[in-house]
């Protein structure tokens, strides 16, 4: 990310460029210097997500309510150091970065094949040097900051440039992220996400300033070198020849040290005269040049002039590609609660009808499960079914999305054009857009819920929901769709989800932690991917029809946990009794049956016939594919692998507080081991 090379140059050959600081001392001095009452640090949320997920547990599908309490730790050390936090999170991909950003995600596609291939060799989760971010990790995270209260902005064009815009136009100390394009951009300080230290609330500050005296360059300077060496907007080998013209020249002093070279090369060009004469003299072609004008001026915020260009550039437009077809205060709708991360999807499908999934921890080897993204295409054609209007004059036909999605075996080319599809609804029934945003009518609330689970080809099911709490909706829905739609799921893998849910849902966050895992199933490690990747959609869902669920209730951590899913899924495919599966706890199991029938009904309606499966071996005999029903509990082995850190007092923050079923006599083992196996931020009031 960022400029290429600059990173390890500041680091390696001009240490002096990256200063030392403590938080608290710059804190107290800005506020002394501006005569404010807190200083303000704006988040890269993006470039934060690998500092922030420290849960040791991380191929099973994300440990979601171990990482709330990362980040509530995160959050509270700013907070005791006297320093206000505001969180920037990317809402879109700009299509002169889509190159890149295409180029990132095929490696990443790389690096996960030879995960699952470590898995299946050794049977255990790599170690963190080939960490993968859980699936979901980055749509979630905006939702969980904001549930503690922070402010938090998913951006409308480029995040980079948004967070350093209001880095400089409301007056912060400093941006906290790991991009070198900080550097570049005239905003305020940068300071090291990777170098932070919470404990002493030291961090690293790469200087701009100390840079420019090493290169002997002016800040106005710092766009064109950072297009010269290569970024998100100009290629690295697209001026290539240049670099090597740069090191021919004037490598001798720095024999190759690129960055030096093509800073003594900036400057030969202002001894030509004004930086506008020095561009043209550079050995470009017509495209390389209006690339690199293209680059420059994505580096300038709000008022911001370059001598390196002919003229100001002009303040940036967001064209609206639907305009002509979207009612403008859907539109508008759909831009705040966007900005505000209260939503998700809809802005990019009504704005630009463009949709962008990044990588999934799916098995390239895998000829059972299908990707994530081909799985859940038809809840995306109903959720752009809902949200786009039906064309005029064109016998019924709706505007395309274009979505570019991950997934093994998709070089990403090109986007894939989706069209739109109706909800299977009586046509005098079927919901209108404005009504379901912004309608006041109380019958309006059951509509909005039958139109959500019309999405998941559940809408008869909306007297039966009526009384389960939305965690648990949301998990029926996804359940319910990928057993109807994934031509290999079984019994086993419905009890695994469903048992997950259930235990999830009442157990403490102590009881959740003692979780343990003998081993990594590779399949088991897809399916807890492919369950947190349905959430995304579920809560897209949620957002189209007008928010019949509060979205806080539909978010992981009240719905999985990944080792607790792992673990649910080896015993299920093991033959495990069902009351065993729910820690021998009576209410639960009732529940559990409740919410089977459930999800095996609406296989029926739809002419799914599930069958059980087990993929387990039990006492070391293979189960043959059949149902294994003679065997009673067995002790818990306590050999193999754990991934749980061991409880500790958890904090101040509970995910809900909710009523949770016991029975009246508990397991003699209790919760410590799964058995047998080792508020939103001024929200629109028309808008629910």
């Known amino acids: 990310m960022g400029v290429k090379g600059?990173?390890?140059?500041?680091?390696?050959?001009?240490?002096?460029t990256c200063l030392p600081v403590d938080l608290r001392q710059m804190a107290a001095a800005h506020v002394r210097a501006h005569h404010e009452t807190i200083a303000t640090v704006v988040v890269d949320g993006m470039a934060c997500l690998r500092y922030w997920y420290r849960c040791q547990a991380w191929v099973h599908g994300g440990q979601w309510q171990e990482y709330m309490r990362f980040l509530e730790e995160f959050v509270g050390a700013f907070t005791a150091a006297g320093l206000r936090l505001v969180f920037f999170f990317d809402g879109t991909v700009e299509e002169q970065k889509r190159a890149e950003w295409v180029k990132r995600r095929l490696r990443v596609n790389q690096d996960i094949a030879k995960v699952f291939q470590y898995i299946k060799n050794h049977r255990q989760q790599p170690d963190r040097e080939m960490f993968c971010l859980p699936s979901g990790l980055a749509t979630f995270s905006r939702f969980a900051i904001k549930s503690l209260g922070q402010e938090t902005w998913s951006s409308v064009r480029e995040g980079d440039?948004?967070?350093?815009?209001?880095?400089?136009?409301?007056?912060?100390?400093?941006?906290?992220?790991?991009?070198?394009?900080?550097?570049?951009?005239?905003?305020?300080?940068?300071?090291?996400?990777?170098?932070?230290?919470?404990?002493?609330?030291?961090?690293?500050?790469f200087s701009r300033e100390k840079l420019c005296h090493t290169l002997k360059l002016q800040k106005s300077d710092l766009p064109l070198l950072a297009c010269i060496l290569g970024n998100d907007v100009v290629p690295e080998p697209q001026l290539q020849h240049l670099r090597k013209t740069a090191l021919t020249s004037y490598g001798k002093k720095h024999p190759g040290d690129k960055v030096h070279a093509v800073a003594k090369f900036i400057n030969s060009l202002h001894s030509n005269g004004d930086g506008i004469h020095g561009i043209t003299l550079m050995p470009l072609s017509k495209a390389d040049k209006e690339v690199v004008e293209k680059g420059i001026q994505s580096y300038l915020l709000q008022g911001q002039m370059s001598p390196w260009l002919d003229c100001s550039p002009p303040p940036p437009e967001l064209v609206c590609a639907m305009e002509k077809y979207i009612?403008?205060?859907?539109?508008?709708?759909?831009?705040?609660?966007?900005?505000r991360a209260e939503c998700f999807v809809i802005y990019n499908v009504l704005h630009d009808g463009v949709v962008e999934c990044s990588n999934t921890l799916e098995d390239e080897e895998e000829v059972e499960l299908q990707p994530q993204a081909i799985l859940y295409q038809p809840i995306r054609e109903h959720i752009y079914g809902v949200l786009l209007p039906t064309l005029p004059g064109s016998h019924?036909?709706?505007?395309?999305?274009?979505?570019?999605?991950?997934?093994?075996?998709?070089?990403?080319?090109?986007?894939?054009?989706?069209?739109?599809?109706?909800?299977?609804?009586?046509?005098q029934t079927l919901p209108d857009l404005m009504a379901l945003w912004f309608g006041k009518d109380s019958e309006l609330t059951s509509?909005?819920?039958?139109?959500?689970?019309?999405?998941?080809?559940?809408?008869?099911?909306?007297?039966?929901?009526?009384?389960?709490?939305?965690?648990?909706?949301?998990?029926?829905?996804?359940?319910a769709y990928i057993a109807v739609q994934a031509k290999h799921v079984s019994l086993e893998d419905i009890d695994a989800y469903l048992s997950q849910a259930v235990?999830?849902?009442y157990k403490s966050y102590p009881e959740v932690q003692q979780t343990r895992v003998p081993e990594v199933d590779p399949r088991a490690v897809q399916l807890g991917s492919l369950f947190v990747r349905g959430l995304t959609y579920l809560i897209a869902a949620n957002s189209a029809c007008g928010f019949p669920f509060p979205m806080?209730?539909?978010?992981?951590?009240?719905?999985?946990?990944?080792?607790?899913?792992?673990?649910?899924?080896?015993?299920?495919?093991?033959g495990c009794p069902k009351e065993e599966l729910l820690e021998g706890n009576s209410a639960w199991t009732s529940l559990f049956f409740s919410l089977r029938e459930l999800v095996l009904e609406a296989c029926r309606r739809r002419g799914a016939t599930i069958p059980s499966q087990p993929r387990r071996e039990q006492h070391g005999r293979p189960m043959d594919g059949k149902p294994h029903r003679e065997s009673g509990p067995q002790p818990f082995s306590t050999s193999g692998q754990y991934y749980r850190q061991q409880p500790r007092d958890p904090p101040s923050y509970m995910p809900g507080n909710v009523h949770r079923p016991r029975s009246r006599h508990r397991s003699r083992r209790g919760y410590q081991l799964a058995p047998r196996w080792p508020q939103y931020q001024n929200p629109r009031s028309d808008f629910h």
């Not at 600059?6 to 002096?16: A, I, T, V």
């Not at 948004?162 to 394009?181: F, K």
């Not at 019924?396 to 998709?410: A, D, R």
């Open 503 to 505: 235990c999830i849902r």
């Open 6 to 16: 600059l990173q390890y140059f500041m680091e390696s050959c001009c240490p002096e």
């Open 161 to 205: 440039y948004e967070i350093a815009q209001y880095a400089l136009s409301n007056n912060c100390m400093g941006i906290l992220g790991q991009d070198t394009d900080f550097i570049i951009y005239d905003t305020v300080p940068y300071l090291s996400i990777a170098k932070l230290r919470l404990e002493s609330m030291t961090t690293v500050q």
């Open 327 to 339: 009612n403008a205060d859907i539109l508008q709708a759909a831009k705040e609660k966007h900005m």
């Open 396 to 427: 019924n036909h709706t505007l395309s999305v274009k979505e570019w999605f991950v997934f093994p075996g998709n070089p990403l080319k090109e986007p894939n054009k989706v069209v739109p599809k109706a909800l299977n609804l009586p046509e």
């Open 447 to 479: 509509i909005r819920v039958s139109t959500f689970l019309a999405v998941f080809d559940l809408q008869d099911f909306s007297q039966d929901f009526s009384h389960i709490e939305p965690p648990l909706v949301a998990v029926i829905c996804l359940v």
């Open 552 to 574: 806080s209730e539909l978010m992981p951590w009240k719905t999985f946990d990944g080792l607790l899913f792992h673990s649910k899924y080896l015993q299920a495919h093991s």
